[in-house]
Every structure is written in structure tokens, then in C-alpha cells.
């Protein structure tokens, strides 16, 4: 029998001694494994991660029977000896790569940092340490990019400067933390390929925590499922998603989207609402004393489409691929080079000041990252009606309020939910605040950027159901831009492909899932992962 990695026993973490967000949890990550811990947004995963490395904040209260690093109980280790641990025995790689980076130092700096505190080694063999790190985690360029800043990297290769970081101390665990919520399947599949590449050269432990079932199953040996604080299933992962024993487990699983759900879709010809012709929207390039245009980013490249009133078309892509440009750009949120664009016949970005004002009640947005796109010092009422005193001042204040609640029921919130802030509420109940903003001014199309990429299952399927119910209620038709196929399976009835600021495949959801044309469309399809 292998010795532990890491072996947890009887571990609660405990907030202001009454609120229990670990409770009496016990696991063991053995060498060269990948365990996965699984669960949704607050059942206590990080939070467990956190107290191996007693990493939490003061009002936390740790108690244990173990928490043993191959020999060495960490529970009895000073703050000296866990700052040996940290960073070399065992690496951490966050969620958010851009918000864990230092945004004022180089790539390069930042992984000598570590290896300075770890390694007595001389400045030369720092930098060539540091440059194989980069060649170890399939930087392009790495010679170049270790003079690079964080912000002139994409999202997947600042993730793997992550990873670089976290190896850089040559640890016997790696603590994965979402490592790819929020990337592209594509992005996704390689950062999940080169995780379990470095595995198998180093032999190290990988401890990986998520809420994305399907990917687990691709990667993981054995999984933890995890719920309120409690690991109420475990075992070898073929077993525990193959023959699920808890209620819990069947509940993640059953919430899981499907590609299949596109098949058999039947749908009706309606007539169209929003008409986009040769559509572009370039950045210009300027360079000389005098900043001259010498050319352009076509970030949105001559796109043409239609959505039909009460439909969905999803708008699908990598990032960079321009997906958000065109959504922002559809609404003027940044101005298009050229093209045309009509609602209901009406040609919008030929209008006035004043006459597209009136035509905003027309299109509304929900953004991806909800907490960032409300203002955090104002009520979830005020939010909800700033649109509505914008756009439509004729309502009066008891009007306004009995609306307000009319639309907090019909995104399923408590009519309490108005006099509270956003920071009081879960990433779902925000996003469900931002749907019913939009809904306010009685939209005839919602764009919907991202809007279930950083949710669990269960929550984005509850999004999802929200959304189809009320283009069922209301006719509203929706842009759902993704990055996600199995969501589009679910929602859309016809599909977009970007790739390089053009739409490369269009079609109804089935053919374009089922029967792709074009050769991006099966590689994004080929990186989707499926429940094993």
C-alpha cells in the first residue's frame, strides 16, 4: 500500500465559532494521483484547500485529528516551517490567473520570485530556470514572453504562467483551483493535457477542485463529491459517475448539459426581429509622432445574420474571436466601422442620439461577470430601475416599485431582494438580478454575454431554465454568446461559429452540432468534455 501524499483526517474549519463551512471532511492523495474534489460554489472546496495550507483568514477556526505532508503533520508546523511548505512542496494555481498576478511585474520576475525564495541558486540559473518553466508549460515565444506583463497575455497562456508559478518550487502536490473556469473548450482540453504531461514527467500529486463534472471524468483517478460542507461520496471516478450512490451526486450529474439535447429539436419559421448586414467593427492601429491610422484590428469582420422573433441564436467562438465586440457593438457600447443593423425593419445605427436612445428599450445585455457589472453601493431595486426612470420617466415611483417586485418574482427572488445589496447574494441570484434589470424596459431581444460560464451545474441549468421560460412568456429572442456547446445544445435554436472576427458556420443547432461543416466547428466539438 503507497504511503499518502497527503492524508486529511477529521478536518473542520469553522467561521466565528458558529458557522460551519468544513465539516469533519477526511481524505488522502497518493503519489502520481489525481484526486478531484467536486462540488457546487460554497459546499467548502477552496476553503479545504485553504486550511491544508492555513491560508484563511483570522475569524477561521482549523481543528483536525491530521493533516499529514508525507510525514510531517502540518497541523503542529510553525509559520516559519509552513512557508516552506507553501509554494515548493505543495503549489497552488488559482481560479483567476489575471487577479493572482502581480499586474506591475514581468512573467519572468514573477517565477524567479519563487525560485529566489525557495532555491539558493546563482541569477544566471534563475533565469534559465525560469525560461524552462515557460518551455515546460508550452509558452510560445517563452524568451520573449519573460519580459511580458500579465495583461499582454491571453487568459490560457497567463494560466499556464500559473502553472509555472506553482512549479517553480518542484512540488510533491499540485493544488489545481479551477484551473479553467471561464477558458474555451479548446484552451480548456490543452490546460488539462499539460496538467497531466507534467504529471507523468515529475510524478507529483494532483489535487484538482471543480464543479464541472464532465471535465473531472476526463482527468481524474478518484473523486470527492462534496456538500455543505461534507463529502458525502467518494471513490474511484468511473464508479462514483458510472453508479452514483448519493442523492447529491445524481443531482449534479442529472444538471449536467448535454450536446444531445440538440437533436430532435423542432422549431418553427418566425419572422425576423434583428437583421445584421455586413457588419464591421475595427480597431485602428496608430503608430508614428503623429499617430496616424496605419491599420486596423478587424475584430468583427463582415457578419451577416438574422434572429427571428422569439428564437435564440447562439454565438459561439474561442476567445479573441470577437464575440463580445459584436455584442457591445450591436447596442453601440463601441462603435462599428460599417455594416447595417435593423429591428423589426428599422435601421438602428443610422439613428440620432436621441432616436437610439428610444430604440435601447428595444435591445438590453447581460454581461458575464454580474457582481462587476452592478454598481455595489446601490440596492438591487435601485439597479433594477435605473433603466426603467432612463427610458420610460412617464412611470410613476409606485409604479415603478410594483414593477420592480413583478420582476424579482418572475426571476424567482424574494420581493425582499430589493433592499438588499449585491454583495448579499450568491453569483446565481446576481446574474438573476442583471436578467430581470434587462427585462425592465420590456426588451424585444436580450444579448446574453456569457451569462452561465462561471456557474455551477445546478445554478446554470436554473439560469437556462429561466431564460427559455421567459422567451415562452414574453417572445423575447436572445443573442447567447458561449464559449460552452453543451449549453448551446440546451437554449439555442440556431447557431453562429466565430473564428478570427467572421462567422465561419451557421445553421440550425442540430446541423451545426451534429453535422458540422467546417473544420473549427469539429475541433471545438471534439474538445467538449463528455461524462465518461
Not at 511580458?148 to 490560457?156: A, C, E, F, K
Not at 415603478?400 to 420582476?407: A, C, E, G, P, V
Amino acid at each position: 500500500m503507497k504511503t499518502p501524499v497527503l492524508s486529511v483526517e477529521n478536518l473542520r474549519v469553522t467561521f466565528n465559532q458558529e458557522q460551519h463551512v468544513v465539516d469533519d471532511i477526511s481524505f488522502a492523495i497518493y503519489p502520481s494521483e489525481t484526486f478531484a474534489l467536486v462540488g457546487e460554489s460554497g459546499s467548502g472546496k477552496s476553503m479545504t484547500a485553504l486550511s491544508v495550507l492555513q491560508l484563511l483568514p483570522n475569524n477561521a477556526q482549523i481543528s483536525a485529528t491530521s493533516i499529514v505532508l508525507q510525514d510531517d503533520n502540518l497541523l503542529d508546523a510553525t509559520e516559519e516551517e509552513l512557508c516552506k511548505v507553501r509554494g515548493k512542496r505543495i503549489g497552488l494555481v488559482f481560479q483567476d490567473p489575471m487577479s493572482s498576478l502581480n499586474p506591475v511585474m514581468t512573467i519572468g520576475k514573477q517565477i524567479e520570485e519563487v525560485i529566489n525564495i525557495h532555491f539558493s541558486l546563482p541569477q544566471k540559473s534563475v533565469k534559465a530556470q525560469a525560461l524552462k518553466l515557460l518551455q515546460q508549460v508550452e509558452i510560445p515565444n517563452p524568451e520573449t514572453r519573460l519580459n511580458d506583463y500579465p495583461h499582454q497575455l491571453s487568459g490560457g497562456q497567463r494560466q499556464r504562467v500559473m502553472i509555472a508559478i506553482a512549479l517553480a518550487g518542484q512540488p510533491e502536490l499540485l493544488i489545481a483551483d479551477e484551473p479553467t473556469t471561464s477558458l474555451d473548450v479548446t484552451i480548456q482540453a490543452q490546460i488539462l493535457a499539460l496538467l497531466k504531461n507534467i504529471q507523468q514527467q515529475t510524478g507529483m500529486a494532483l489535487w484538482l477542485i471543480s464543479h464541472d463534472l464532465a471535465l473531472v471524468s476526463t482527468i481524474a483517478d478518484r473523486v470527492a463529491v462534496m456538500q455543505k460542507g461534507k463529502i458525502v461520496e467518494t471513490g474511484l471516478t468511473l464508479d462514483v459517475f458510472n453508479n452514483p450512490q448519493h442523492a447529491y451526486t445524481r443531482k449534479l450529474i442529472e444538471a449536467l448539459p448535454s450536446i444531445k439535447s440538440c437533436l430532435n429539436h423542432t422549431t418553427t419559421e418566425q419572422a425576423p426581429l434583428l437583421k445584421v448586414d455586413n457588419f464591421c467593427c475595427y480597431y485602428p492601429i496608430r503608430k508614428g509622432l503623429f499617430k496616424r491610422i496605419v491599420d486596423y484590428v478587424r475584430a468583427v469582420d463582415d457578419v451577416s445574420f438574422t434572429i427571428q422573433k422569439g428564437k435564440t441564436l447562439a454565438l459561439v467562438g474561442e476567445s479573441g474571436c470577437g464575440k463580445t465586440t459584436l455584442g457591445k457593438s450591436l447596442i453601440n457600447l463601441i462603435p462599428s466601422h460599417s455594416g447595417e443593423i435593423s429591428i423589426d425593419g428599422l435601421s438602428i445605427n443610422k439613428l440620432d442620439k436621441e432616436a437610439l436612445r428610444q430604440q435601447r428599450t428595444h435591445l438590453q445585455i447581460v454581461f458575464q461577470d454580474p457582481f462587476s457589472s452592478m454598481n455595489p453601493r446601490m440596492l438591487v431595486g435601485d439597479i433594477i430601475a435605473e433603466g426603467i426612470k432612463a427610458l420610460h420617466p412617464e412611470i410613476t415611483s409606485s409604479e415603478r416599485k410594483t414593477l420592480i417586485l413583478q420582476l424579482l418574482h418572475q426571476v424567482n427572488l424574494p420581493a425582499d431582494s430589493a433592499l438588499r445589496y449585491p454583495h448579499e447574494f450568491s453569483g446565481g441570484q446576481r446574474q438573476r438580478i442583471c436578467i430581470a434589470r434587462a427585462l425592465a424596459v420590456n426588451p424585444k431581444l436580450i444579448i446574453c454575454d456569457e451569462p452561465t460560464s462561471a456557474l455551477d451545474v445546478s445554478v446554470q441549468r436554473q439560469i437556462i431554465q429561466l431564460l427559455k421560460s421567459l422567451q415562452q412568456e414574453k417572445g423575447i429572442s436572445y443573442l447567447f454568446i458561449t464559449h460552452d456547446l453543451s449549453v448551446v445544445a440546451e437554449i439555442a435554436d440556431d447557431v453562429a461559429v466565430m473564428y478570427k472576427g467572421k462567422i465561419v458556420e451557421y445553421g440550425s443547432v442540430e446541423q451545426v452540432l451534429t453535422q458540422p461543416k467546417e473544420e473549427y466547428t469539429k475541433q471545438l466539438l471534439s474538445a467538449v468534455p463528455v461524462l465518461k
